[in-house]
């Protein structure tokens, strides 16, 4: 057998063989004044505050300079536009029901009971984003607000319906069970972006649950939306973890040892929550005007491309939809990121990464990686995730299908078939960035399949494989001269294939254009992270947290804001080390 042969199925089994068929796919969540901020006048002001621009280029940086800074005066926020978009549930109270024709529920957040802490914060979205001083997280007002025991004037709280295809088989009605949408806020840069709440409290859609997270899930959620930010990956944001002392009690694993465990509310920001599960329950219950009105709501506030008054805008819609998609979970992998729980209410319309649950980061390279222990038939391993999108995507062109004409329909169908080509391009694309290549070279497809073969045989690590790829000199490959703290690449090194795939791997290096090896490690560097949220960081970070110590989820927020930066105190915590024993045990389930 050649070793063309021998490894060439490796590729394929990081990301699985998409079926070409897109049926019969087998793949084993009253308005007062918003200001508007000209983003190129140097000041904007109303009677109560101003803000100066101390702009660099387009970096912008704006300080507030009022008495009133700290205010929540300053975060304006509506509903308004919302409700005056789709029908409302005529029902207000929070009484857990069948919900029909319409799009949100006003649901009132349940308070958390203090003592309240504020955890973290995210300083780049309290003041990139909400253009809100950092500092006033110090303040009452901001923990009332962010832990739903304060509503802004304009805020009425929204839980959003939707239903969704989970592990497979059609859930009917899901919707926001403990999240609340507060509204949207437009930014000094002109941006929309909607803030939601999340573990504060029952709503319509709560199904048997208490609208409760604890602080093991909310914690995770918070930083993992901002280290994938970091990372270059679409996601929502998290603006603030707050904790509390309130009991809630929680069957970690579902093995009936339910314990005390605390409460906590993340507070996060996305430009729309709205996902296929969105659309899906719309056309499932038959409200095609309905369906409509979103899908045109949609396209006009997040597809600008998509011109409104064309007749084929659904199918320009869904062709968008189907290429970001494929480039989203093409970014996940090029991470090592299995998002754990890819439901069709988990997908993102907007091709964002949202609803993050048993989320994982693949450390020794295997794909068959399940990060969810509640994932019995590794449904969603992470070798599975691209089959699993052109799945999710496959329902969303049914919930279309009432929308569309025959012919429509069938030129959905085609779009669809061409998932497999768009992702598996993109794929390689990343690939070879993370392997330095420029340029296009027919091997380049083997070699990657070659080196991933090596890496599943000896359990290297993923993420440390290719940063150390690129940060070993080419003169140290070719004499195989690896340092002991190169350990991935020891690792890799002890298989006997290994000093086979160099010579072609430094022999392809050599057909880099105008390349040398400085700038070759450079660009590697740029694109390969040396610290991810790894499972033993979170668990570790949230061992401390559950004392009311977050002294580690503040370091873990300083070194993943800059994950591609060598820092000497996440040497000393050992994030690039290799995982410590203990870890080795350690599960994530779909309980928070």
Avoid at 60 to 81: A, F, Q
Avoid at 111 to 118: A, E, F, H, S
Avoid at 216 to 226: A, N, P, V, Y
Avoid at 239 to 245: H, R
Wanted: charge should be neutral; include cysteine.
């Amino acid at each position: 057998m050649s070793n063309f042969q021998h490894y060439a199925f490796a590729f394929m089994a990081l990301h699985t063989h998409l079926l070409s068929r897109v049926t019969g796919i087998d793949s084993t969540e009253s308005q007062t004044k918003v200001l508007h901020f000209n983003k190129n006048d140097s000041r904007c002001s109303d009677d109560r505050h101003f803000y100066i621009n101390t702009t660099k280029k387009n970096n912008l940086s704006w300080s507030k300079i009022t008495e009133n800074s700290l205010s929540l005066n300053v975060l304006e926020i509506s509903s308004k536009r919302l409700l005056a978009a789709f029908p409302l549930d005529p029902a207000r109270d929070d009484s857990v029901r069948t919900v029909k024709n319409c799009v949100f529920s006003v649901a009132q957040p349940t308070p958390l009971k203090g003592p309240l802490k504020v955890a973290a914060v995210s300083k780049e979205v309290l003041e990139d984003i909400l253009d809100w001083d950092v500092s006033a997280a110090e303040t009452d007002d901001f923990i009332h607000f962010l832990s739903g025991g304060k509503l802004l004037p304009g805020s009425i709280p929204l839980a959003h319906r939707y239903g969704g295809h989970q592990f497979g088989v059609w859930a009917g009605q899901l919707g926001d069970g403990r999240a609340h949408l507060l509204g949207e806020y437009i930014n000094r840069h002109g941006e929309r972006w909607e803030i939601q709440l999340k573990g504060s409290g029952k709503t319509p859609y709560s199904r048997n649950g208490d609208g409760r997270t604890v602080i093991r899930s909310s914690l995770r959620e918070f930083l993992c939306s901002e280290v994938m930010h970091y990372l270059g990956i679409p996601t929502s944001r998290a603006a603030s973890l707050i904790v509390s002392n309130e009991v809630v009690w929680r069957d970690q694993f579902y093995n009936g040892h339910v314990k005390k465990e605390k409460g906590a509310i993340v507070a996060r920001v996305a430009k729309s929550w709205f996902r296929i599960g969105s659309l899906e329950i719309l056309a499932s219950f038959g409200e095609i005007d309905l369906l409509r009105k979103l899908l045109n709501f949609v396209i006009d506030e997040h597809f600008p491309s998509v011109h409104a008054s064309d007749s084929d805008k659904y199918l320009d819609f869904f062709s968008r939809v189907v290429t970001d998609t494929a480039n989203l979970i093409a970014l996940w992998m090029s991470v090592g990121f299995a998002h754990g729980v890819c439901n069709t209410d988990n997908f993102s319309l907007l091709s964002i990464t949202i609803d993050y649950g048993p989320f994982g980061f693949m450390e020794s390279y295997n794909p068959n990686f399940v990060p969810n222990t509640s994932d019995d038939e590794g449904r969603y391993k992470i070798g599975n995730q691209a089959n699993t999108g052109m799945y999710n995507l496959d329902k969303l062109r049914e919930a279309l299908n009432p929308v569309l004409d025959t012919s429509q329909q069938l030129s959905a169908m085609q779009i669809l078939k061409g998932y497999p080509d768009i992702y598996n391009k993109r794929f390689q694309e990343l690939f070879k960035s993370k392997l330095g290549f420029l340029g296009e070279d027919a091997g380049d497809a083997y070699l990657i399949a070659y080196l991933l073969k090596l890496m599943e045989d000896t359990q290297a690590d993923f993420t440390m494989t290719f940063r150390l790829l690129s940060e070993i000199s080419v003169q140290q490959l070719q004499d195989q001269s690896i340092p002991q703290e190169f350990w991935a690449l020891q690792d890799l090194s002890s298989h006997k294939l290994f000093s086979d795939w160099v010579p072609m791997y430094l022999l392809r290096l050599k057909r880099n254009a105008s390349d040398s090896d400085k700038e070759r490690r450079r660009r590697m560097k740029r694109i390969n992270p040396r610290y991810i949220l790894r499972n033993w960081m979170a668990e570790s970070a949230v061992r401390k947290a559950e004392r009311s110590d977050f002294s580690e989820v503040h370091l873990l927020q300083r070194v993943l804001s800059a994950p591609f930066h060598k820092q000497t105190e996440a040497e000393e915590a050992g994030y690039a080390s290799r995982p410590p024993t203990w870890a080795e045990d350690l599960r994530v389930s779909c309980s928070s």
